[in-house]
């Protein structure tokens, strides 16, 4: 039993590390950026049968396609790694993600390009995490109600 202990405290431990590691970050931009790269990559090279019917995507813009991709697979890293250049990147998603549709093949049969949407506007809104977990908002004065009929200190 000491060995099977020890596997599961040893998971444990990655579980909460990759959590931890995954709450510093804009994880599920960079995941939803990967996604996106991906089938743009992929469709312009595959030739899909469907029963009897061959069906072949590839076009001259496969190079595009391919530039597209990479690029986007290239921005899902940096958006993990690089977390400081989350509001260029999700810019640059968003933008790569809308040239795909023309270029490649309905930017991968849309996958590609509703990935890279939501991705681009993911990493946009991310906000890292502050160092106090209890932080509470900070109260706006201005619109707090002010009873009639007291003293303010204006005079």
């Given amino acids: 039993m000491g060995r ?9 431990g990655a579980r909460r ?26 469709f312009p090279y595959a030739h899909l049968n469907f ?20 690029l986007l697979v290239v921005l899902a890293l940096s ?22 549709f023309p270029v490649a093949n309905f930017g991968g049969l849309l996958i ?6 939501i991705g681009g506007s993911l990493a946009c809104a991310w906000v890292p995490p502050t160092g106090d977990p209890e932080a509470q908002p900070a109260v706006n004065r201005a619109s707090t109600p002010v009873p009639v009929g007291e003293d303010h200190g204006e005079r």
């Fill in 112 to 117: 590609g390009l509703v990935s890279g949407l």
């Fill in 51 to 70: 029963g009897a019917i061959p069906l072949a995507l590839s076009t001259s813009a496969g190079a595009g396609s391919l530039i597209i991709g990479v």
């Fill in 17 to 42: 590390g990759f959590r931890t590691w995954r709450g510093e970050r804009p994880f599920w931009a960079g995941l939803f950026t990967l996604a996106a790269g991906f089938p743009i990559i992929y």
């Fill in 4 to 12: 099977r202990e020890n596997l599961r405290v040893a998971a444990a």
């Fill in 79 to 100: 958006l993990w790694f690089q977390q400081q250049t989350r509001v260029f990147a999700g810019i640059t998603v968003i933008l790569l993600a809308l040239v795909s």
